[in-house]
Structure formats: structure tokens, C-alpha cells
């Protein structure tokens, strides 16, 4: 018989998962209960709650689809999209590409409206595309890039959207808890989210926020949705009835429900405002030591996310290699380059519980030692005064 399973010591500064707290842990290894019992209804309720303060929106279809982020797209694009529908998807990354693929997938037509890698999405370029595609009932976008760093601007590509009579399709997988999202205020009507990124719990839930106007449209659909168990209509009997007529759709899983709550109370008992600043706080810290030791963020500084700090990898320097001292000597993992920058560039994370002076002076000082570089740790230190770590 295997041995049980120890993972080895990591401090994760990679694109996620990131750093989950012993709390949050050990809300995972409470005793599992009946996935209908009374008291994880009542879980599941103020679960929905916390997620709706999360995504600041009062959506009443407020919910964590069973699976991680790739799932929650895949519920956002299938229950909107039916064969025929035309999509405008803004692309600049890996994971705007996987948008179309899933529009494609379940029978629309997308248009693609392509940025450039590392950039923002200029809210002009899907200006100028939906009033060439009149027919264009849905954009879809993802506000945080975490393939290459970017961040765009959602409220601005929302309210073109709107003007044009698009429902909004968000991607805040890498965005929700790290950086400001507003579904309400911004009109997004799908918005989908994981567990593994800023809300710091382990990967295999994805948030998901339905506007009244996205329901109306899966109620006047013409086709059943392709996947059953995405099937927001069949799900929402699960999560969104009341009392008696809650109806088994699928078994939910239930402890991670109990380190989804854990993990989104400890969120808001810090309070959103108060985990942005110290994301940006964090980011400032990292950025100022990346910068003294020689290593250019991919992303021009007023499009870059916080918590996803894409650095070229300088020249001569191996990538794997480095990446494998980094997790042998010091137990550090940072991502790798994704699509167009595999092999160019690192990915290092500073999400949920990776944006702590820690996990950042950290990895200053592996980078400092792998890469026979000095001055990192000394410039992020003064940046990191006054923070509880
Ligand atoms: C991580 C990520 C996803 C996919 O999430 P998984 O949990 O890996 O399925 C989707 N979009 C973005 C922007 C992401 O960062």
C-alpha cells in the first residue's frame, strides 16, 4: 500500500492555486455531512450571501458551480450562446481565446476582437466591432489576463457593450478579490469567478452571478442548453429554491462549500477595500524589488494587474531549469509563460494569501540567490512597513 500523501513545503507565487490559510484548511476537513441536510442548506445560503457581497451584487442566481473556473465559463457561454448567436470576444491572452472556443463550441458565431498580448483591451477596438456586427447579442471579456498580466477596463467595455444591446460575459477568475469588480454597478450579466485565485481556497469552485436580464434570456431560449450539468435552469433548482422545493441535481461538494464560506468570511472580515489595497500594496513591493534586480514586467504599469506580475525572463537566463532551483532550493513556485510567452516570460502570483510581505520578500530572495542578483529584498523591504503579515 502507498504511503499517505505529504505534499512537500511550497509557498505558491504561481497563477494559482495560491497559498491557502490553515483556517480555511481546516474548515475542509470538517465531517462531511448530507449534501441536503438542513444545516448545509443553510450553509449554502450564506454561502450565496457572502458571494453576493463578494461580486457586489444582488443577482438572486448567486452561486458556486461544482468545478473549477474553466467550468463557470463554460456555464456563462453556454446558457447565454445558442447555434447562431453572434459573440464578440476580446482576446488578448490565452484565456480569451478559450472564451471563443466555447462560443464556438456550442454553436455561435464569434468575433474576435484581438489585442495585443500584455495589453489591456482598448475599449475602442469592440466599439468599432459591434457597430460592424449589428447582430451581436453578447461580448464576452475577461478582465483580468492571467496568461499574460493585463488588466482591462470592464466597466468601460461593459457600458459599450450595453449601449449596443449586448449582454456581458466577465471573466474575474483572477480579478474577484484581488482588484475592484462591480457586477452590479458595471452591468455585467455572466460573471464568473475560482476559488483558487484571490479568494485564497483551494481550486474546485467557481462563483458564478446571473443578472435578471441573462435570465431572461435563458428562459427565452429555443434550445436546451448543451451541457446538462452546466444547465444553469436545472442547477438553480439546487442552489436557488427555497425550502421544500430544493431538488437534487448533483451531489455538491460539500467540504469545499465549508472552505469556500471560510474563506470568503475571512474576506469580507477584512473587508474588500482593505484586500485591494494590500494587493496593490504588495504588487508595489514586488514590482520594486523585481525592478532592482533587473527583471521588465511585460505589461506598460497602467494596465498591470496586481496580482499577476509577468516579467521577461532575461537573456541567457534558462527557464525551467530556474524554475525547478526555484522549487527544489526554496520550495518556491512561480508560472511559467503561457501561449505567446511560453519560454519568455515568469509569471509570479501574488494572490489571496501569496500578497503578504512574506511571500514576497520570499521570492525576492529565492530570485536573488538563482539568479546571482542582489538588491531585491532591500528595495521591497521600506514598501512593506506597516502591514500585518
Ligand atoms: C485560472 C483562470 C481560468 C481557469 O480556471 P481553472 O480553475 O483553471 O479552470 C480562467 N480564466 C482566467 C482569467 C484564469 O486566470
Known amino acids: 500500500m502507498p504511503e499517505s500523501f505529504a505534499p512537500p513545503a511550497r509557498t505558491l507565487m504561481g497563477p494559482g492555486p495560491s497559498p491557502v490559510s490553515p483556517d480555511v484548511l481546516a474548515a ?38 461544482s468545478g473549477p473556473g474553466t467550468a ?91 449601449d449596443h444591446g449586448c449582454l456581458v460575459v466577465a471573466d474575474t477568475v483572477t480579478s474577484l478579490g484581488g482588484v475592484p469588480v462591480r457586477v452590479d454597478d458595471w452591468g455585467l450579466d455572466a460573471v464568473y469567478s475560482g476559488t483558487q485565485k484571490c479568494l485564497a481556497a483551494p481550486p474546485g469552485l467557481s462563483p458564478v452571478t446571473f443578472s435578471d436580464r441573462a435570465l431572461e434570456r435563458m428562459d427565452a431560449r429555443e434550445t436546451p442548453v448543451q451541457s446538462w450539468f452546466l444547465d444553469v435552469s436545472l442547477v438553480a433548482r439546487y442552489w436557488n429554491a427555497d425550502g ?28 474588500l477595500e482593505a484586500a485591494w489595497a494590500r494587493h496593490r500594496r504588495m504588487h508595489r513591493a514586488l514590482a520594486a524589488g523585481l525592478d532592482a534586480l533587473g527583471l521588465a514586467f511585460v505589461v506598460p504599469e497602467a494596465e498591470r494587474l496586481p496580482q499577476l506580475n509577468a516579467v521577461w525572463i532575461p537573456d541567457g537566463v534558462d527557464d525551467a531549469a530556474t524554475r525547478r532551483r526555484l522549487l527544489d532550493e526554496h520550495g518556491l513556485e512561480i508560472g511559467g509563460g503561457l501561449g505567446d510567452l511560453a519560454g519568455r516570460a515568469w509569471r509570479i502570483g501574488l494572490m489571496g494569501e501569496g500578497a503578504r510581505p512574506g511571500p514576497v520578500l520570499a521570492c525576492l530572495g529565492a530570485l536573488e540567490a538563482v539568479l546571482d542578483r542582489s538588491g531585491g529584498v532591500e528595495a521591497a523591504e521600506p514598501l512593506l512597513d506597516a502591514v500585518a503579515a
Open 244 to 271: 421544500a422545493k430544493r431538488a437534487y441535481h448533483h451531489t455538491a461538494p460539500v467540504n469545499m462549500i465549508y472552505a469556500l464560506h471560510e474563506a470568503l468570511r475571512r474576506l469580507q472580515g477584512e473587508g
Open 28 to 65: 475542509l476537513a470538517r465531517p462531511t455531512i448530507g449534501h441536503l441536510d438542513p444545516a448545509f442548506v443553510d450553509l449554502m445560503d450564506e454561502t450565496k450571501g457572502l458571494l453576493q457581497e463578494t461580486f457586489l451584487t444582488q443577482n438572486r442566481l448567486t452561486m458556486p458551480v
Open 72 to 162: 463557470g465559463m463554460e456555464a456563462c457561454v453556454d446558457n447565454l450562446v445558442e447555434p447562431g448567436t453572434t459573440v464578440v470576444v476580446c482576446r488578448n491572452g490565452v484565456f480569451g481565446d478559450r472564451l471563443r472556443q466555447m462560443v464556438e463550441r456550442a454553436g455561435g458565431v464569434a468575433v474576435v476582437v484581438d489585442a495585443e498580448w500584455g495589453r489591456a483591451v482598448p475599449p475602442e477596438t469592440l466599439a468599432d466591432a459591434l457597430v460592424e456586427h449589428p447582430e451581436a447579442e453578447v461580448v464576452a471579456f475577461v478582465h483580468a489576463e492571467t496568461s499574460t498580466g493585463a488588466l482591462s477596463d470592464a466597466e468601460t467595455l461593459a457600458r459599450i457593450a450595453r
